[in-house]
T-cell receptor
C-alpha cells in the first residue's frame, strides 16, 4: 500500500509541450506539496496546499499550475515546457503543523 | 537560497564505523528535520527535532541541535552498507510547514 504515489514515474517530452503529473496520498493528511530536485540534488519547494487551499506559492513560473481536486490529490500541470524544467518532481504530504513530510517516489521529467 | 548547508558534501566510511554529518542554517527555526534519499528514490523522514530540544535518538541515529550556533548534527552509529544514501537536513522556519532543504551529504558505506 503506497502512502504517496505519483504518476508517471518517467516523463520524456519535447520543448513547448504541456504535461501533467499526478499525486495521490492515502495517509489522510491535510497538506500536500510539490518539490523540484535539480541535477545537483538541490530540493526546493514549489507549492503547498492545505485542505485544497493554496498556502505556499514560491517563485515559480506561471507555466506551472497546481490543482488540488480534494485533500488526497495534488496535480501539477506544466505549460510550454522548457529545457530548464528537466528535473525530478516530488510530491509530499503531512498532517498538521511542524510535522514530518512523506514523499512520493518522484517523477523524472526530461525535456528535449 | 538554501537555508541549510551540510558538511561534508561526501563521506566514505567502512561498515561498522560511525558517520557524522553536520548542518548549519541561517534563521530562527521551529524545528529541524533529517531525511534520507536512496539513489533514484524519494526522501524518507528520519528524525524531527524541535527548537527547544537539544538531542534526540532513534535506533542507531542521534541528532543534536544547537540553536545558539544554528547547527545540527546527525550521527549514525555502527553503519551498514544499507545506510549508503544522501542525507538532507531541512529547516522549518515557521508558517505552513515550509521546509528549506540543504544540499545534502552523500554517504557511502563500504562492506
Amino acid at each position: 500500500d503506497t502512502a504517496v504515489s505519483q504518476t508517471p514515474k518517467y516523463l520524456v517530452t519535447q520543448m513547448g509541450n504541456d504535461k501533467s503529473i499526478k499525486c495521490e496520498q492515502n495517509l489522510g493528511h491535510d497538506t500536500m506539496y510539490w518539490y523540484k530536485q535539480d541535477s545537483k540534488k538541490f530540493l526546493k519547494i514549489m507549492f503547498s496546499y492545505n485542505n485544497k487551499e493554496l498556502i505556499i506559492n514560491e517563485t515559480v513560473p506561471n507555466r506551472f499550475s497546481p490543482k488540488s481536486p480534494d485533500k488526497a490529490h495534488l496535480n501539477l500541470h506544466i505549460n510550454s515546457l522548457e529545457l530548464g524544467d528537466s528535473a525530478v518532481y516530488f510530491c509530499a504530504s503531512s498532517q498538521g503543523a511542524q510535522s514530518e513530510q512523506y514523499f512520493g517516489p518522484g517523477t523524472r521529467l526530461t525535456v528535449t | 537560497s538554501q537555508q541549510g548547508e551540510e558538511d561534508p558534501q561526501a563521506l566514505s566510511i567502512q561498515e561498522g564505523e560511525n558517520a557524522t554529518m553536520n548542518c548549519s542554517y541561517k534563521t530562527s527555526i521551529n524545528n529541524l528535520q533529517w531525511y534520507r534519499q536512496n539513489s533514484g528514490r524519494g526522501l524518507v523522514h528520519l528524525i524531527l527535532i524541535r527548537s527547544n530540544e537539544r538531542e534526540k535518538h532513534s535506533g542507531r541515529l542521534r541528532v543534536t541541535l544547537d540553536t545558539s550556533k544554528k547547527s545540527s548534527s546527525l550521527l549514525i552509529t555502527a553503519s551498514r552498507a544499507a545506510d549508503t544514501a544522501s542525507y538532507f537536513c531541512a529547516t522549518d522556519a515557521g508558517g505552513y510547514n515550509k521546509l528549506i532543504f540543504g544540499a545534502g551529504t552523500r554517504l557511502a558505506v563500504h562492506p
